[in-house]
């Protein structure tokens, strides 16, 4: 069964600084890990989707890896900005054929000005 | 063009009553998925729609949960005899073709509160 951890729930930075979320897995067997970004009392926008053939993505300041082997995605954002507050999260296709992700509680980030 | 819509945005019931939750998704996508997303837990996946068939109802809780999907796009979520642990954010999210191969886009979700 996938299970989908983040770390750290919450995360304060100032705005400007490069900053690292970290996902982890338990189930490698995935067809794709997906970050995604949730604003308050809003759905959820999908930032970067990585198959698992594939090492990272990137989109404008945000990069996403995924190393299969150890079960673990980090989501880096470079240089923060205010507007860059929300809650991420990952989610893991859970394997066996089965077509739903597993999501993970999320990390609820603040950028301060 | 339009994104992903569900109604009502918000919906107050009392105990035992039935609900009916709505998503229009977008135009063209084949795969259609709810998520239940309660207060501090993460989304819980509930059912995957491709086309009008539902492959995958792992996730509903029970079977007071159903879903159906009309000509390939509006979806219907019904919770009946509603209890107070059925309160959380419904969320329903479609993508072009084959379900996880594609991203996921999401609607902004009904807020269901059972009193």
């Known amino acids: 069964k996938q299970e989908v951890t983040q770390i750290p729930a919450a995360l304060s930075v100032p705005e400007g600084e490069n900053l690292v979320l970290n996902c982890s897995f338990t189930d490698s067997a995935i067809y794709n890990l997906q970050w995604f970004r949730q604003d308050p009392g809003k759905g959820l926008t999908s930032l970067l989707l990585i198959q698992s053939s594939q090492r990272e993505q990137t989109s404008g300041r945000l990069n996403a890896s995924l190393d299969k082997s150890s079960g673990r995605s980090t989501l880096y954002i470079a240089a923060s900005q205010p507007g860059d507050s929300a809650t991420y999260l990952c989610?893991?296709?859970?394997?066996?054929?089965?077509?739903?992700?597993?999501f993970g509680k999320g990390t609820k980030l603040t950028v301060n000005p | 063009g339009a994104g992903v819509s569900q109604s009502p945005s918000n919906k107050v019931t009392e105990k035992g009553k039935d609900v009916e939750l709505r998503c229009d998704p977008i135009?063209?996508?084949?795969?259609l998925y709810w998520y239940r997303q309660s207060l501090g837990q993460g989304l819980e996946f509930l059912i995957y729609f491709q086309g009008n068939s539902a492959p995958d109802k792992s996730g509903l809780p029970s079977d007071r949960f159903s879903a159906e999907r009309t000509g390939g796009s509006v979806s219907t979520l019904t919770i009946q005899r509603t209890q107070q642990e059925d309160s959380a954010v419904y969320l329903c999210?479609?993508?072009?073709?084959?379900?996880?191969?594609?991203?996921?886009?999401f609607g902004p979700g009904t807020r269901l509160t059972v009193l």
């Open positions: 999210a479609s993508s072009l073709a084959q379900g996880i191969r594609d991203t996921q886009y």
């Open positions: 989610a893991a296709t859970s394997g066996g054929g089965s077509e739903k992700l597993v």
């Open positions: 135009s063209g996508h084949t795969a």
